[in-house]
């Protein structure tokens, strides 16, 4: 067995790889990683069918005038050189998040050596909510880690941290602890939601509750809180009454229960919002949790690895502004498939066509691919030399279990051949990044070390203090307001839920046979994606279980087929992404 890494939307997980023969045949979890603790989600555990996939890219290929050529990596190497100027005039890179050092050394090296060319991070599924919440709240963004073993009442508020949550793992390790009969306390989980979830499972208290009522939900407690309950906040967020304050009065049995639990266990509670919640929802629960005590307790906070990057989203529509006016000549695409995840109303398929030049480094030869002048064949993760960041700071190590298979790069090998002067192997990039942690001491025995346990202990984040941020607050006032004042979804016009696949997550693992056959932990479907209706909504419109619907959002119209959930708030539907 080999400790190793694969990342997930710019979290490193750590694994621990059975290797027979030269060939890795299972993925488990490594017991000194932080996030994963020995042990993985089926997502991950399936994907070493992925690194064996005949279906993945197995050549690079050059379009032009409509045809194929296939080329080696050579020839790529030449015609980047002849194709990006010095200065990088007309360059962009769309990149996945990522967490690796060595990337983050690449791209300063990028940023010298290529001053006007640009780098723009995306994914679909993003947690830039919580993160511009912490800078509503506290003035910059902030990484928020939650400790449920010292919790004795978790809310969670749209929120499924037992399944989308990068330290998914071992947070339920953590709450099913708290739920023995031997622990001191057994903790109790309240949750508010659209749609079952994984958490929503677990619920001692649960409501089905649309995702636009939400923010009125959680204001609700915050009034029941402050005014009935004379919970004291910070005098930072004394603004924020005037728009909690229009919440009503609750009378509502689970926001007076919940409200009442929470202030019976003052420091060992803790609220959670989920990552489709807007960032003013997240200020909110995050005033909250200050004035519960959580803050020290069941959660704190560390600073941001990358304070000045923009939201995903921002990013996405930042170049597509660009692609749009024509400022972008050479575009590579490292990874990702934003063709096909790309907002719709970007028409991202078509400003693709407009760039003259443009790169995929993929694993699949996919829609995104398709529409390239350059397709690059990527190493999968157990074929490349990496490293990255647990959740919590830990530097994690990747090491290959196997020579690529197809003669792949990865994408620090891809980054650091455009960049040229640096080494573009893959083990000599991650080596040189690990000298600058492994500093003053000894560096082989250092190195050899981190590479047999997967991790370098003690390279965590330390936790910070912050202080509310008044006038961000303040700020806030407005659009928590309308969020809390937003129209309820009914069933003649219901709301659409968008989550991540619980097999297939983004799309990435749309290919993988064992994610397709697993069933569903909710609905049971496999082979397929559903359109999750509750029964009142059902019964409304005269829909039957398997019955064709045609759903239009945002002029995009897809046809699913029905499954009724009992659990399903009324008036919404829900279906997975990818």
Known sequence: QYATAMEIGGSSLGLLVTSVDGRPIKNEGNPNHTDSLGALPATVQADILQLYDPDRSQRLLYRQSG?????????????????????????????????????????????????????????????????????????????????????????????????????????????????????????????????????????????????SAIP???????????????????????????????????????????????????????????????????????????????????????????????????????????????????????????????????????LLDRVPNSIHLSLYNDETSERCSWHLSRTHSLEAWGDGRAWDGTLTMQQPLIAPLYGGRSALETVAAILGGTPADGHEIVRETARSSFEGIDFETSWKHALHDGVVEGTGWAPVVADLDGSGLASSVAGLAGLIGSQTPTAQRPELVLTADRKIYD????????????????????????????????????????????????????????????GQAAGTVSAALG
């Not at 080329?71 to 002849?82: L, N, Q, V």
């Not at 290919?511 to 994606?529: F, G």
């Not at 005269?542 to 009724?564: K, N, Q, R």
Request: charged residues 20%; contains cysteine.
């Open 67 to 211: 045809q194929d050529f296939v080329k080696s990596w050579g020839d790529f190497d030449a015609w980047i050189t002849e194709n990006v100027s010095e200065s990088g005039s007309g360059f962009a890179v769309l990149a996945e998040p990522t967490s690796s050092p060595s990337m983050a050394r690449l791209r300063g090296d990028f940023a010298q050596t290529l001053p006007e060319a640009s780098w723009f991070e995306y994914q679909p599924i993003s947690r830039d909510a919580e993160r511009e919440g912490t800078a509503i709240a506290y003035g910059r963004p902030l990484r928020a880690h939650h400790d449920l073993s010292e919790a004795r009442v978790i809310a969670c508020f749209d929120a499924d941290p037992f399944f989308d949550h990068p330290s998914a793992i071992s947070l339920a390790r953590q709450f099913a602890e708290t739920r023995k009969p031997s622990h001191d306390g057994i903790s109790r989980l309240w949750v508010a939601e659209p749609s079952f979830t994984i958490t929503g499972g677990q619920a001692d208290h649960r409501r089905a509750e649309s995702s």
């Open 216 to 350: 009125g939900l959680l204001a609700m407690l915050a009034r029941e809180l402050v005014a009935t309950l004379h919970l004291e906040l910070p005098e930072q967020a004394v603004n924020l009454e005037a728009a909690y304050g229009s919440a009503g009065s609750s009378g509502d049995d689970f926001v007076t229960g919940l409200a009442a639990d929470l202030m019976a266990h003052r420091g060992s509670s803790v609220i959670l919002v989920g990552p489709s919640q807007a960032p003013e929802v997240h200020a909110l629960a995050a005033v909250l949790n200050e004035g519960l005590g959580a803050v020290g307790a069941t959660l704190r906070y560390t600073e941001d690895p990358a304070p000045e990057r923009p939201a995903h989203m921002q990013a996405i529509t930042d170049l597509a502004a660009r692609m749009r006016s024509g400022e972008v000549e050479t575009l590579l695409i490292i990874g990702g498939n934003p063709v096909y995840d790309a907002p719709a109303n970007l028409g991202f398929a078509e």
């Open 507 to 566: 799309g990435r693992w749309a290919n993988n046979a064992w994610q397709q056959e697993l069933p569903d932990a909710i609905t049971k479907t496999t082979w397929d994606n559903v359109l999750q209706v509750a029964p009142p909504t059902a019964r409304e419109h005269g829909l039957g279980e398997g019955d064709l619907v045609e759903i239009s959002a945002g002029g995009v119209t897809v046809e699913l087929p029905v499954c009724i959930v009992p």
